[in-house]
């Protein structure tokens, strides 16, 4: 009976790595834009601050910052089985980000590897939006 209930217990712990682990990808600045390209309406989320956003961001991207408070409470209430692709600005908060997403349950999510900074380095587009007083 004891090694019965063990091996349920060790099936089900096995069983729950698996359905979380390896639901991110960091992917090259190529792959992320044909992708986003590819996607009828991506869902991306840049995870730097707002004046940061503010500065010049992705085509679509919204706006959740990694360092607020709120962050996880704000994520938390997407849909977990929609594919998401993450970017920061060099790809440190990316990466907590995305973790945090994949804890919550995040079942696909792709991250930019070397963040906005590659990005534009690899001479691809961003919006900058021009604020007149």
Request: hydrophobic share 35%; with cysteine.
């Amino acid at each position: 009976m004891k090694k019965n209930l063990l091996l349920l217990s060790i099936s089900f712990i096995l069983i729950s790595y698996n359905t979380q682990a390896q639901t991110v990808k960091v992917i090259s600045t190529e792959v992320f834009s044909d992708s986003l390209q590819t996607q009828q309406k991506p869902l991306l989320l840049d995870v730097r601050t707002p004046e940061e956003f503010g500065e010049g961001h992705l085509k679509n991207a919204v706006n959740y910052d990694f360092k607020n408070a709120d962050f996880k409470s704000r994520i938390n209430v997407l849909d977990k089985n929609k594919t998401y692709y993450v970017y920061c600005r060099s790809g440190k908060r990316s990466s907590a980000a995305t973790e945090e997403m994949r804890t919550l349950g995040f079942k696909t999510i792709y991250e930019l590897d070397g963040g906005i900074l590659k990005w534009m380095e690899e001479g691809k587009k961003i919006v900058r939006v021009l604020i007149v007083n």
